[in-house]
Structures are given as C-alpha cells and as structure tokens.
C-alpha cells in the first residue's frame, strides 16, 4: 500500500528512543523527511543521520520557548510541515492519593501545553494547504486509567479531550486528528515501569512483566515497529476518513471494543 507520504514533512516529538523514534523510523521509511526531536541533540543527530532528509533537533519541550524552537527549525529546512506527531515522556509513576497540585501541574506542562502550542504554530499552515496529520501517541490509560500512574492517566486524558474537540473544527479543511494507544510495548519507559512496579510490591522486574504478560492476550510485548507502521498509516493518505479517533495498539490488552 503506498501511504502518499513520499516528499511529505513530518515533525516527530520526542523522538529520540521508543516510540517516537520508532514513528519517525517509520514515516522516513514511507518517504517522508522528519525532524527528530529530543533533549538529546547527539542521538537526535545520530538518528536523522541514518533516514534520508531527516534533521535531528535538539529541543527541550517543556521550556517556555521549545515548542516555537522546534517549528522553526523545521520550517527553516522543510519550508512547511504536513505531519505532526505529538508525543512526551512519561511523568513518575504513583498514586492519585498521593498527588499534588504540584504534581498535576507538571503533568500538564509536559503533556498539554507544549502540544497545544506546536498545534497552534502548524495547524494554520495545514489547513491553507487543505492537507495536515496531527497524531498524539497517547496511552491506553486514556480509556482504561492504569493504576499507579495517576499524573499519566491525568494528562494524556486531558490531551485527548482537546484532540477531539479539535479533530470536529478541522476535519473540513482535509486534517486529521487522531491518537494512538500503546499498550505494553518493549520499550525503556515499559521496562522501568516494570522494574518500579517490582519496588513497589517486592517482587522482581521480571515477574512483574510475567504477569503483565499474562494479561496480554497476544501473549508479549509489542515491538515498536508494529507500533510505527500503525502510526506510519494514521499519518497517510489511506487513513484520510479516519478523524477524531483513538486507536489501541495493544496486542487485546484492553478488555474493552
């Protein structure tokens, strides 16, 4: 299937390990120039080096200036952007008991607001050019909230309550909005998920991620490939009907349709 990304541009936050980088791996691979993205520079460098037109941006979201540094940058070699992939690191796990306003408000600086405001810099070019992806690699927390990770649920559930008002007020200018849900993938952030999950109930790492396995009826860990190409197709042409929607990549880990 040729996905019609082929001289597209795409922005990919926080793309310099997991999941972002595996979505930028995958776009490049369907023809589209990236900018990878991170606090990394050396890696975001590396990265781009590997996939043909790509550029590394070394980018620290959060600060107050982030976001419009990004798009500069990628503007400034691409001369527009077609796809956006919003993503962030993950906040410390815990309790919803245990949290602060402190708390919730990191939450949100790193999960809401810079996403908002890369959305607001290159939405308006999108919708003149009358084509535009906006994707946010979300969590499944989003539909099923995951214990223990109370400041996750908290802002990647806020995030996609802005995504779908947004997807509604775009749709007729040809840009989509969507999200895609990860379940347990076989990445850094899972693994030290597992191994806090262990410290907390005295248990290994590694039966902590047995027993996820358990619950996981593909029976393992997601390869971030197979969460790319998931991503690659939302960000195509082919998937150019499907708005305002979150999609589960999960291997059934979610009980739920």
């Keep these: 299937m040729d996905l019609g990304l082929t001289g597209r541009t795409a922005v990919v936050c926080a793309s310099t390990g997991g999941l972002g980088e595996a979505v930028a791996r ?78 919730a408000d990191l939450a949100v600086a790193s999960l809401v607001r810079p996403h908002v ?18 994707l946010a690699i979300g969590s499944s927390g989003v539909e099923a909230p995951i214990p223990n990770l109370a400041l996750s649920n908290l802002g990647r559930a806020a995030l996609a309550g802005y995504l779908k008002t947004l997807a509604g007020e775009v749709a007729a200018d040809g840009v989509t909005v969507n999200l895609l849900l990860p379940g347990r993938i076989a990445t850094d952030r899972v693994a030290a998920l597992d191994q806090a999950n262990g410290e907390r109930s005295g248990r290994s790492a ?18 971030p490939a197979e969460f790319g190409a998931a991503a690659a197709f939302l960000c195509g042409a082919p998937a150019s009907y499907l708005t305002g929607t979150a999609i589960r990549c999960d291997g059934g880990l979610v009980p739920t349709l």
Excluded: C, H
Aim: no cysteine; charged share 25%.
């Design 26 to 103: 995958a776009l490049a691979a369907e023809g589209a120039r990236v900018a990878v993205s991170g606090r990394r520079g050396e890696r975001a460098r590396a990265i781009a080096a590997e996939l043909p037109g790509a550029i590394g941006v070394e980018v620290d979201l959060t600060a107050e200036d982030g976001p419009q540094q990004l798009v500069d940058a990628a503007l400034a070699e691409f001369g527009s952007v077609d796809v956006l992939v919003l993503n962030g690191p993950g906040p410390k796990p815990g309790t919803a008991a245990d949290t602060t306003v402190a708390d």
């Design 117 to 134: 405001r890369l959305v607001s810099a290159l939405l308006p070019g999108m919708r003149e050019r009358g084509w535009g992806r906006i």
């Design 206 to 223: 590694e039966s902590v991620r047995q027993a996820a396995l358990a619950t996981i009826p593909a029976g393992r860990y997601g390869d």
